[in-house]
């Protein structure tokens, strides 16, 4: 089946650093998501990319679509304490019995100190 | 106020027993999704359903059985076949290749 491997597992900054994660797949997606998960909550999507070589960016946050459709990343400028939770990337393939299946990577524990 | 809710927020059942998880939407989407998080781990998705009637298994469906009578609904029930149902289920429905996700029910079996 398809994996995803995103990196790194966690991180640990001083507020204000720059953060950079990335995923990578064994297969070829048509569309990128990126979540930020609050403890005990679900959840909330932040960017969705959809073209090869797309850019895209949410205030802080930036995420690129990997020219070889098999990876992704997100950057995140000028972390503050609030930006600390889980991201996970996931990955979409075309349409048939794929249909909005995403699959998940491991997700990356961000903590910022102050 | 749109979105996606699930109730409860916290649920406790003893071993043995069937428990059914609400999810509620009022985006008017087509194909809602139920997914399982175990700590320390990425969403695993345990069944699916794209219209009204009708849904698929998923990677780990073994154990839950789900219906989809409504649009807006798609309950899950985690049967006592289910080997270790202790997670944190969430539910999501679909609409332009963007997945959006309920606050999730935490279900404790002891």
């Known amino acids: 089946g398809q994996q995803l491997n995103q990196s790194p597992q966690s991180m640990f900054i001083q507020e204000g650093e720059d953060v950079s994660m990335n995923c990578t797949s064994s297969s070829i997606f048509n569309t990128w998501l990126w979540y930020k998960q609050d403890p005990g909550e679900g959840p909330v999507l932040l960017i969705a990319l959809y073209k090869a070589g797309e850019l895209t960016s949410n205030g802080r946050l930036t995420a690129q679509f990997g020219i070889t459709r098999k990876d992704s990343f997100l950057n995140i400028s000028a972390s503050i304490p609030s930006d600390v939770g889980i991201y996970f990337c996931?990955?979409?393939?075309?349409?048939?019995?794929?249909?909005?299946?995403?699959?998940f990577g491991q997700g990356t524990i961000l903590t910022v100190h102050p | 106020d749109g979105g996606i809710t699930q109730s409860p927020k916290y649920l406790f059942r003893k071993e043995g027993q069937n428990v059914t998880l609400s999810c509620e939407q009022n985006l008017n989407h087509d194909a809602m999704y139920w997914y399982r998080q175990d700590p320390g781990q990425g969403l695993r998705l345990i069944y699916y359903?794209?219209?009204?009637?009708?849904?698929q298994k998923g990677d780990i469906a073994e154990g839950y059985s789900v219906s989809r009578e409504k649009k807006e609904s798609f309950p899950l029930t985690v049967t006592s076949a289910q080997k270790n149902p202790t997670a944190f289920y969430l539910c999501?429905?679909?609409?332009?290749?963007?997945?959006?996700f309920g606050p999730g029910t935490r279900l404790t079996v002891t």
């Open positions: 999501a429905s679909t609409s332009g290749g963007r997945k959006y």
């Open positions: 359903s794209q219209i009204v009637n009708d849904f």
């Open positions: 996931a990955g979409q393939t075309a349409g048939g019995t794929s249909y909005g299946k995403l699959t």
